[in-house]
């Protein structure tokens, strides 16, 4: 099975920069798994994430998140909880995960048969220039064997 793990966020705005800092830490503690899948990082991809899903069977996107919930909650969720991700809530960047799949799988038909899990991480500080909040890097390590997990049930 062809699977592309994708970590995405700014770097230099606090939180946003949680889903590029899980995957770095992953591919650290999970050699051997990183390995066995493509890898991305991806500090805008916008619409470029439809490009990042061409030619896989299944992805794992890894992205700071804005939700009513506690900075630092973790959420798992697939295409359908995607479409239903509650106003309000979204991608800490611009034109959001759950926008852009959407319009994908309208666009891209065969976007439809990418398994698709979105790992979220409730951020709480997006100012430029700040680092990762205490409460999102204390979800770090949750998120890599989240991530793990999910890749182990691929394999």
């Known amino acids: ?7 995405t966020g700014q770097s230099l705005r606090g939180d946003d920069a949680a889903g590029l800092e899980a995957v770095k830490l992953w591919q650290v503690r999970h050699p051997e798994s990183a390995a066995r899948v493509q890898v ?5 991809p916008g619409l470029g994430l439809l490009d990042l899903l061409e030619g896989v069977e299944a992805a ?3 992205d ?5 919930t506690s900075a630092g909650n973790v959420l798992c969720l697939g295409m359908d909880e995607l479409a239903g991700f509650i106003p309000g809530s979204g991608s800490a960047h ?16 065969a976007l439809e048969k990418c398994r698709i899990t979105l790992i979220g991480i ?4 997006f100012r430029m220039g700040t680092g ?3 409460e999102v890097r204390k979800a770090l390590t949750r998120v890599v064997e989240m991530l793990e997990s999910e890749i182990q049930s691929l394999l």
Request: charged share 20%; hydrophobic share 50%.
């Open 1 to 7: 099975m062809k699977i592309r793990v994708i970590g």
């Open 40 to 44: 991305e990082l991806s500090e805008l």
């Open 60 to 62: 794992i996107i890894v």
């Open 64 to 68: 700071a998140v804005q939700d009513t």
């Open 94 to 109: 611009g034109w959001g995960v759950a926008e852009t799949l959407q319009l994908g799988k309208a666009v891209a038909p």
């Open 122 to 125: 409730v951020g709480k500080d």
């Open 132 to 134: 990762l909040s205490p």
